[in-house]
């Protein structure tokens, strides 16, 4: 075989490795994205029509809480979560105005394509105890690629259908490794929080395009609202 040959063969193989990685690149930063875009607001959808056909109930005014660990009690549950359905849409007005997610029940690979996924076995959304919720930071349409932005005092804004729930962040991200599934505890050790309370932990990996580690933010439950009030101030401002 001619040096002539040797090298076009490497340079034919050369563009075919290359021509395959963009694609992949476009597979992941792009065409990801647009289902996940799709699959999220398809679960959306789902929610509000399930929504528009739940009975009228008669407004009943929250207080705010006056601590963590006295939070306003939110109305008791319905069902049961589930596997893979979703249940609340979570706002963060950090994120920007138009940013809104489907959370679902689980974290299992196939669902956090479609939406956040709650972390079965933690608290249901607006009970004592450690309402826990995962998301991609990249690919699966980035909802959580801002996480380190967030700071505390941020709202975290959840709608089941039937009622508002504010949640505070407490502190910046904690970064931590994925075997460190202490951060879900129902009052997680490094959190902050002295006693059981009505908790939310946001987890997502880290670095941006890599699973090494998990960045954390733990928030307590704030105020609450029956939907017939309206959206949250803070959803507006």
């Known amino acids: ?6 090298v076009r063969t490497f340079s034919e193989a050369c ?17 990801t994205g ?40 939110p109305p008791p549950p319905t069902k049961a979560y589930a596997a893979g359905k979703p249940f609340a849409v979570m706002y963060i007005p950090r994120f ?30 607006g ?10 930071r990249r690919t699966y349409g980035d909802p959580f690629k801002d996480f380190p932005k967030l700071r505390p005092g ?14 505070r962040i407490e502190r910046e991200p904690y970064r931590t490794v994925p075997s460190d599934i202490a951060v879900i505890d129902p009052v997680p050790r490094k959190s902050g ?16 395009w890599g699973s090494s580690h998990r960045l954390i933010v733990w928030a307590h439950l704030d105020a609450t609202q029956p939907v017939t009030d309206g959206k949250p101030q803070v959803i507006h401002s």
Not at 40 to 55: A, V
Not at 127 to 136: D, I, L, Q, Y
Not at 158 to 167: A, F
Request: proline share 8%.
């Open 1 to 6: 075989m001619s040096v002539r040959l040797i």
């Open 15 to 31: 563009v075919t490795v290359g021509t395959v990685i963009v694609l992949f690149v476009v597979y992941v930063v792009f065409w």
């Open 34 to 73: 647009v289902k996940a875009a799709d699959a999220s607001q398809g679960q959306i959808e789902s929610l509000q029509d399930e929504w528009t056909r739940l009975p009228l109930q008669s407004p009943q005014p929250a207080k705010p809480p006056q601590s963590p660990q006295s939070p306003a009690a």
């Open 96 to 125: 920007g105005a138009s940013w809104d997610w489907p959370v679902l029940e689980g974290t299992a690979a196939g669902t956090l394509k479609k939406g956040l996924g709650h972390y079965a076995g933690t608290a249901r959304l």
């Open 127 to 136: 009970e004592t105890g450690n309402f826990s919720v995962a998301g991609h």
């Open 154 to 167: 941020d709202a975290v804004v959840l709608n089941d259908g039937t009622t508002w729930y504010t949640y």
């Open 193 to 208: 929080f002295d006693g059981p309370g009505r908790y939310l932990t946001l987890t997502t990996c880290d670095p941006e």
